[in-house]
């Protein structure tokens, strides 16, 4: 019974490198999202996709590209990564809207040196 | 700007005795509300929700009670059992308004000592 799996756990990356976090469900659910997590902020949207096809961004989107590259994975990428980009980074999906709740990932903990 | 406020960063409670999480919100276009519960190093798991036409949900142990007027929620856990340890977020969302994404809170961790 999967759910939400992430993946890497872990991440160290140095300054100005590229990586991609990958997500995927098997719920069959149409909606995706991405979050960061920091001490003190709570959880804090970075992009989301409604359905296959579509993405958008969230409240924190600086620095970030997703693609959804079917409906089971939504991956998000870090083009040239930067110390502010240290974080715990958690994947989710549901049913539109998530009033159902949304169903996250275990997290994957970022380090920029 | 916080639409979503948990201002008690940490609660401690013992064992057997109620706890009281508290959540207040600031967007009038919120209609949905929910709880989620955090341990370390997992992902957030849904707990309870409540709907704004609603003053109160009830799911075993625990209970969230809804003040429209106030903006203000509250999770009861009665009684707390050390497994309920972790960190509770508040999330909000308005299905009908077009806020159709959760917006959270920063989070109460609670303790509850044997």
């Known amino acids: 019974n999967a759910g939400v799996t992430q993946t890497p756990k872990f991440q160290v990356l140095k300054t100005g490198q590229s990586m991609t976090l990958q997500c995927a469900q098997d719920?069959?659910?149409?909606?995706m999202y991405w979050y960061r997590q920091d001490p003190g902020m709570g959880l804090r949207l970075i992009y989301y996709?409604?359905?296959?096809?579509?993405?958008d961004k969230g409240e924190v989107p600086n620095g970030y590209n997703v693609s959804r590259l079917n409906k089971r994975e939504f991956s998000l990428r870090l083009e040239s990564a930067a110390p502010s980009q240290t974080s715990v980074y958690f994947c989710?999906?549901?049913?539109?809207?998530?009033?159902?709740?949304?169903?996250f990932g275990q997290g994957t903990r970022l380090t920029v040196v | 700007d916080q639409q979503v406020k948990q201002n008690s960063p940490s609660l401690s409670v013992q064992e057997g005795r109620i706890s009281i999480l508290n959540c207040d919100y600031t967007?009038?276009?919120?209609?949905?509300f929910l709880w989620y519960k955090k341990y370390p190093a997992e992902g957030p798991t849904f707990l309870i929700s409540?709907?704004?036409?609603?003053d109160k949900n009830e799911d075993g142990r625990f209970t969230v009670f809804l003040n429209k007027s106030a903006k203000h929620l509250s999770l009861h856990i009665v009684p707390s059992q050390p497994g309920d340890s972790a960190v509770y977020f508040c999330?909000?969302?308005?299905?009908?308004?077009?806020?159709?994404?959760?917006?959270f809170g920063k989070g109460t961790m609670l303790l509850v000592s044997p």
């Open positions: 989710a999906s549901s049913v539109p809207g998530q009033g159902a709740g949304a169903f």
């Open positions: 719920m069959n659910h149409n909606s």
């Open positions: 996709s409604a359905s296959e096809g579509t993405t």
């Open positions: 967007n009038s276009m919120f209609d949905y």
């Open positions: 409540i709907s704004s036409i609603k």
């Open positions: 999330a909000a969302i308005g299905r009908r308004s077009g806020y159709s994404t959760l917006t």
